[in-house]
Structures are given as C-alpha cells and as structure tokens.
C-alpha cells in the first residue's frame, strides 16, 4: 500500500469499501467497534484484545482481521465510536467564546464517560468520521472571528490540549479516592491535614499562604470549578489574538 493510499479500516469507516458480491456479512466494522468500547468501559484498555472482541461478538478472532488489521486500527475504529456523533447545536446567536465552551464541555463528557480513551496512543491527527465531525464543530465555533485558518487550528489543539489535561487529572483523582474510599471533600481535608504537618512557612510561603486560606480544603466541586477556570483561562488567551484580529 502507497503512502497516500487509504488503509481499509478507514474506507470501511467512510462507507468507501465496495460491497462484495454474496450474501451481506453478519459483522459490521461498527460491530466492531461497539464491542470493543463496551469491553474498555467495563475493564480498561488493556482488557481490549482482537481475540476477546471476537469472542464477544461470537466470532474468531480470524474474522476480525477482515476489518482491522492491527491493535491501532482497532484503537481507530474504538475512538470513532466512543466520541461518536458531535449532537451539540450551537445557539444561533451564540459567540465565539459559548460555541467554544459547548465544544469543550462535549469533549469533556466524552472522557469522562470513556476515561480510556485518554491512554490510547495517538500516531496521527484524526481520520475517522466521527473525530473529523468534532474537528469540523471546532473550526465552526471560530467562524467570523478574523482568525486565519492556522490560528484557528491552533486554537482548536489548544483547547483540546486542555480538555485533555485537566479531565485526566480529575479522572485520575477520582480513581485514586474511591480505591481510600474517599470522597473528594475527605481527599482534600487529609491532604491539607498532612501538608500543614509538612510544610514550613518560612521555606514556603506560598504554599502555606493557599493552606491557610482555606483553597486546598473547600468544599467546591473540583471537576466543575477547576475545569470553568482553566477553561476561562484559556479562551481569554484566546481571545486577546481575536481582538488583535478585528
């Protein structure tokens, strides 16, 4: 196959694979896929195997290699089916800036309900669909603001770079509170607890600045705040090159 070439798990994703002649195959590349998110869903990533896909869908593992050839074409068809469809309606009258935050808050709601995703390895930017569907939304959200076609790729990376980031964080988190069985308030008291045990003010006056106030031990909601202030961070980056630009 040439460099330039399609690789079939694609054309078969794009509905660009001709159909053979003979009765329509059982299997789907959809089917697939399906399979394959429910078992990262319910046991991670490293649970995903050809063979334990095959076997899910009650077929041998042999079969599947007439849709997806390797473990990354697998992964190719399972990031297509996890973000799916983008079903955000933008607002008529909505802005740049709350065209931008639905997009970032769709991307984040898909991590979340599939935290796996953020440990597949990324060889390429996306080709599927589905992902070229959330690429269009992006670019879409930076419509009319005077950014050059670059500037507004950048800004889409940009913010995917964060979504990214802070989700993986939370979701990180999450996991290491509900293996202490903690919640997030109990999470935040202990840590301030033995980072005041810790820290001495004279060498670090900062920190125990932040201590003192309180901020490593509230009550607000980290997956919430945390991810609206970064964000807001962000955009207003943003937004400084729009302004530049009208």
Same mark, same amino acid.
């Given at each position: 196959?040439?460099?330039?070439?399609?690789?079939?798990?694609?054309?078969?994703?794009?509905?660009?694979?001709?159909?053979?002649?003979?009765?329509?195959?059982?299997?789907?590349?959809?089917?697939?896929?399906?399979?394959a998110v429910k078992i990262a869903d319910a046991d991670g990533l490293p649970a995903v195997s050809m063979s334990r896909v095959a076997r899910d869908l009650g077929y041998t593992t042999m079969s599947l290699y007439r849709y997806v050839s390797s473990k990354d074409d697998l992964y190719v068809v399972m990031l297509d089916e996890a973000y799916g469809e983008f079903a955000v309606s933008y607002p008529a009258r909505a802005g740049w800036?709350?065209?931008?935050?639905?997009?970032?808050?769709?991307?984040?709601?898909?991590?979340?309900?599939?935290?796996?995703?953020?440990?597949?390895?990324?060889?390429?930017?996306?080709?599927?669909?589905?992902?070229?569907?959330? +690429?269009?939304?992006?670019?879409? !959200?930076?419509?009319?603001? /005077? =950014? #050059? @076609? &670059? $500037?507004?790729?950048?800004?889409?990376?940009?913010?995917?770079?964060?979504?990214?980031?802070?989700?993986?964080? +939370?979701?990180?988190?999450?996991? !290491?509170?509900?293996?202490? /069985? =903690? #919640? @997030? &308030? $109990?999470?935040?008291?202990?840590?301030?607890?033995?980072?005041?045990?810790?820290?001495?003010?004279?060498?670090?006056?900062?920190?125990?600045?932040?201590?003192?106030?309180?901020?490593?031990?509230?009550?607000?909601?980290?997956?919430?705040?945390?991810?609206?202030?970064?964000?807001?961070?962000?955009?207003?980056?943003?937004?400084?090159?729009?302004?530049?630009?009208?």
């Amino acid at each position: 196959m040439s460099d330039d070439e399609l690789p079939r798990v694609l054309r078969l994703l794009w509905g660009h694979e001709e159909r053979r002649r003979g009765p329509k195959p059982a299997m789907s590349i959809h089917d697939i896929g399906t399979a394959a998110v429910k078992i990262a869903d319910a046991d991670g990533l490293p649970a995903v195997s050809m063979s334990r896909v095959a076997r899910d869908l009650g077929y041998t593992t042999m079969s599947l290699y007439r849709y997806v050839s390797s473990k990354d074409d697998l992964y190719v068809v399972m990031l297509d089916e996890a973000y799916g469809e983008f079903a955000v309606s933008y607002p008529a009258r909505a802005g740049w800036r709350r065209r931008m935050t639905l997009w970032a808050e769709a991307a984040r709601d898909v991590l979340t309900q599939h935290p796996w995703v953020l440990q597949v390895p990324l060889s390429e930017p996306p080709l599927s669909p589905n992902q070229v569907g959330w +690429m269009e939304a992006g670019l879409q !959200a930076f419509a009319d603001t /005077g =950014l #050059t @076609e &670059q $500037e507004k790729l950048s800004s889409m990376l940009l913010v995917d770079v964060y979504v990214r980031g802070i989700t993986q964080l +939370m979701t990180y988190m999450t996991v !290491a509170n509900s293996a202490d /069985g =903690l #919640t @997030e &308030q $109990e999470a935040d008291q202990l840590y301030a607890k033995r980072l005041d045990q810790l820290v001495d003010p004279e060498r670090y006056p900062a920190v125990s600045a932040a201590l003192g106030s309180g901020s490593l031990s509230d009550d607000s909601d980290f997956a919430v705040n945390e991810f609206d202030f970064g964000l807001k961070g962000v955009l207003n980056g943003i937004a400084a090159l729009v302004d530049r630009r009208s």
